[in-house]
């Protein structure tokens, strides 16, 4: 197994959903990834165009070299990279900074990257990961790359409030590691935790506003719920919310009691509505219910990742009409 860094960047529409997503397809051929945190930077050689999120993450393949280059260039175009213009926008960037201490070039590849320690939004995060790598070539430190920047070279940009770098959460998936937060910046606090969990039930389920799902909810989302089988990723739960929003369209949750610790939050809600749209096979009936119910979310770097479900299926069938009340 070969020991590769590579640098990711994206600066069109979900910049951080490109980056997810591309981290995700990497995990095919890339083994014990690990993931720095995404830094918010200014474009570098063309200005005219937005923002920038980088990042930086170290993993073990079998490919060789070549192999490498290819497979990066396919996950690229699997997010969906146009190609546009040397240093333009783009949905999506993946280039190789290291393979082992090997130094390669060819017509199409060079390794290490040439202009890595130009580039501070590669050098920090890099950095956040293993800042006593050495260059191979240039014989020194990334920490030592990094410190030796002039300031004009810098793209990152500055924390006006308190002067850090601006900073968004990394990424923390299964069979990924995170990176732990650098000094000065906060991580989701519980009471965080508790308002995304309160959010996903306002603005997505009783508003109806699915454009969140791609913010709150993670990439590789999986949602334990028996009346919803094998439910997952942010397309199943648009489908679902978009499905029980048809059948009561007045649906509303209330949020009863909520408690959280560590990474999970469990509330306690009632949900009521009125049933004007087929639903789990059962034509529509125009009676109006409330039942209970229980969720439980695990949420890493304020998205919903996983989630257990329980609410009273019971209550709402008999509500319905569908079975008749116990006696």
């Known amino acids: 197994m070969h020991q590769i860094y590579l640098a990711l960047g994206s600066n069109i529409e979900s910049r951080k959903q490109h980056i997810e997503t591309a981290i995700a397809l990497l995990r095919e ?22 923002n920038f999120l980088n990042t930086v993450l170290r993993g073990h393949t079998d490919l060789e ?4 280059l290819q497979f990066t260039k396919a ?16 949905e999506i960037d993946v280039d190789i900074l290291f393979y082992d201490d090997v130094v390669y070039k060819d017509e199409e590849l060079e390794i290490p990257h040439p202009r890595l320690q130009e580039r501070d939004f590669v050098l920090q995060p890099f950095a956040d990961i293993n ?27 500055q924390n006006t409030s308190g002067g850090h770098l601006s900073f968004v959460p990394s990424i923390s998936r299964n069979g990924l590691s995170l990176v732990p937060t650098p000094k000065g910046v906060t991580s989701m606090s519980i009471e965080d ?51 029980f929003r048809t059948a009561f369209p007045d649906l509303h949750f209330t949020i009863e009691d909520q408690v959280a610790d560590g990474e999970r939050v469990v509330t306690r809600y009632s ?18 219910g409330t039942i209970t119910g229980i969720d439980i979310y695990r949420i890493t770097d304020g998205q919903i990742e996983e989630a257990w479900s329980n609410w009273d299926t019971l209550r709402l069938l008999q509500q319905m009409g569908v079975i008749p009340p116990m006696q």
């Open 131 to 157: 800042p006593d790598f050495s260059h191979p070539v240039l014989k020194k430190t990334i920490r030592e790359l990094l410190d030796a920047l002039p300031e004009e070279q810098r793209s990152i940009v």
């Open 193 to 243: 935790n508790k308002a995304l969990a309160q959010r996903w039930l306002e603005e997505v389920w009783n508003q109806g506003d699915l454009s969140l799902v791609d913010e709150l909810i993670a990439i590789n989302y999986v949602l334990h719920d028996p009346t919803r089988p094998g439910l997952k990723g942010r397309t199943g739960i648009k489908e679902s919310v978009a499905s």
């Open 75 to 90: 996950v690229q175009k699997e997010v969906g990279r146009v190609e546009r213009f040397r240093y333009g926008p783009r």
């Open 65 to 68: 070299p070549r192999e490498l």
């Open 29 to 50: 051929k890339v083994q014990d990834i690990t993931v720095a945190p995404l830094y918010e930077t200014k474009p570098r050689y063309f200005e005219d165009q937005n």
């Open 271 to 288: 949900i009521e509505g009125t049933h004007l749209g087929p639903i789990m096979g059962i034509a529509a009936t125009g009676k109006h």
